[in-house]
Structure formats: C-alpha cells, structure tokens
C-alpha cells in the first residue's frame, strides 16, 4: 500500500504495491454461461446450478462433517430440530470447494465490486420433524430501505437430495423486487434439486428453511457473500486461524478479509493484510 497519491482520484484505484488484486476463479467460466445464469438471477432472485459436485466430493463432504454435527439449534430460527456448524474452515478443508467454485464465483464476479467478501460459512443438517424457518433475507440486516441493489448473495449447497419432503429451501420467486411488502407462508416454493447442485440468489430474496416431513435428515452448505465494504456475518479475520488462512485458495484468502477495497479499507497497521501472513511464516521457520 505505499503507491504514491498524487490526487483524491488516484484513491479509487488499486493503491496495494505488492499484494495487487488479482481475478478470480470465475474468468475461467463460459462467458455466454455465465451471463445467462445471471440473467435467471436478475430475473427471478435466484437461479439453480446443477450438478456441480461430483460424486466423489459428495462423499468426502459427508464424511467430513457428520463427525461435527454434535449441536442443534438454540432459537427458532437456527430450528430446535437443526444441526449447525461454524468456523467450518477451521474444521475441515473439504468444504473449499462450495466456497470458491467458479460458477458462482462468476456470479459474484458480475454482481459486487472487486474483493467482495465471504459473509458466512455453515454446514445445516435439518432432522426428521423440523418446523419450517421463518421467511427472511439474507441482507435485510443492513439498514437501507428496499427496493435496492442486493448486498450480498447466499449459496445453498444441496449435500443430500432436496425434495419437497425433507426440508428443501423454500423460496419466493421474484420478491427479491419488492418494496416494503411482507411475504405469506402461502408464498413458499421449495428449491428441489439433486445432491450436488446449488441454489444461488440474491440477499434480497425472501425463503427460508422447509420442514422435513420425511424420515431421514437433509444435510447441507451454505456460503453467503457480501460487499467488500460491508461487515460480513462472521468475524472471519478473529475465528480463522493464520494457518487455514495459508491453507485455503487464494479466492478464499482475499474472501476472508485478506485484501483491500481501495483506497485502504481493509489494512493492518497501515499495510496490506497479507503481510501477517508472511510474519506468521518467517516466525514459524
């Protein structure tokens, strides 16, 4: 961050003198695909990505999370009935990939300035008899009037099949375009998709959790992104170790608050925060 200012227009630039930003994982993805995932997203607030687990990663995923899945929920909206996991990428490296896989990566891309952020991280595993979540959305913490521009998007990661039984996300088409007005439970759709797809929408778009009517559990991940001007749902930069920090991919790091939104948000005494990466590693030879 020591590029010289010579004008108040130069802070809208990239000032990082090292640590320059860097594209992400999502230029790798067809253009024309791209656009018209993003073109359902404008449309009805959400688009479903099939299939972008492979079998394989199904199983690792499974196999590395069921061991966490020792709590449940403490209100209603965690669901009494609910298991959920934090911190995962401290846990676990085999959630990375619903984090910073290039379709949504793309999506993100198209939709938030340069250096947006990871907001949330969380494994929910609905049991047998969970109610239905109440309707929400994923921004409407932050303060600023609707209609507007999402802040952020969610990802929800189907691990198990979703199905109108056992506890799919519900959502409301379109209502990502309204104002002040509030949704009915009549309103609820719920988001059926095979095991390894992903549902995608806006943080302006209302859903919620659906009841599990059925005699098994439905596991899944969520990840939820957000400005980079924002402050995001966890804490990223106080709960992830330095050293899951230099575990993670290099969209993960700069998601979790190790990058800059010019001019400077986002430094550490004055300097880029990768720069405590590189002590953490001189210190640790």
Not at 29 to 42: N, S
Request: hydrophobic residues 40%; contains cysteine; negative net charge.
């Amino acid at each position: 961050m020591g590029a010289e200012v010579s004008s108040l227009v130069n802070l809208a630039g990239d000032l990082a003198g090292t640590y320059r930003w860097t594209p992400s994982s999502g230029d790798s993805v067809d253009p024309a695909v791209a656009e018209a995932d993003l073109c359902a997203l404008r449309r009805d607030g959400y688009v479903i990505l099939p299939d972008l687990l492979t079998a394989a990663e199904l199983v690792e995923i499974q196999e590395a999370v069921m061991p966490l899945l020792d709590l449940q929920g403490r209100n209603r909206f965690e669901g009494h009935t609910t298991q959920r996991v934090y911190s995962v990428l401290n846990k676990t490296r085999a959630c990375d990939r619903i984090a910073d896989h290039p379709r949504v990566l793309a999506l993100l891309d198209r939709l938030f300035m340069p250096n947006y952020l990871l907001s949330m991280l969380q494994v929910i595993n609905i049991l047998p008899g969970e109610l239905a979540q109440m309707l929400h959305t994923d921004d409407g913490f932050y303060p600023i009037p609707r209609p507007r521009a999402a802040l952020g998007a969610a990802t929800i990661w189907a691990i198990d099949d979703f199905t109108a039984d056992n506890g799919a996300t519900d959502i409301i088409a379109r209502s990502h375009l309204w104002g002040d007005r509030a949704p009915e439970e009549s309103d609820r759709e719920p988001v059926v998709m095979a095991a390894g797809s992903c549902v995608f929408f806006l943080g302006t778009l209302w859903h919620g959790g659906g009841a599990n009517r059925s005699d098994t559990a439905r596991l899944a991940l969520t990840a939820q992104y957000c400005e980079p001007w924002l402050r995001p749902q966890e804490a990223f930069t106080l709960s992830t170790t330095r050293d899951t920090v230099r575990a993670v991919s290099e969209d993960i790091r700069r998601m979790l608050g190790y990058s800059i939104h010019p001019p400077f948000i986002g430094q550490v005494d004055g300097m880029h925060p990768k720069r405590l990466l590189e002590a953490g590693a001189a210190e640790a030879l």
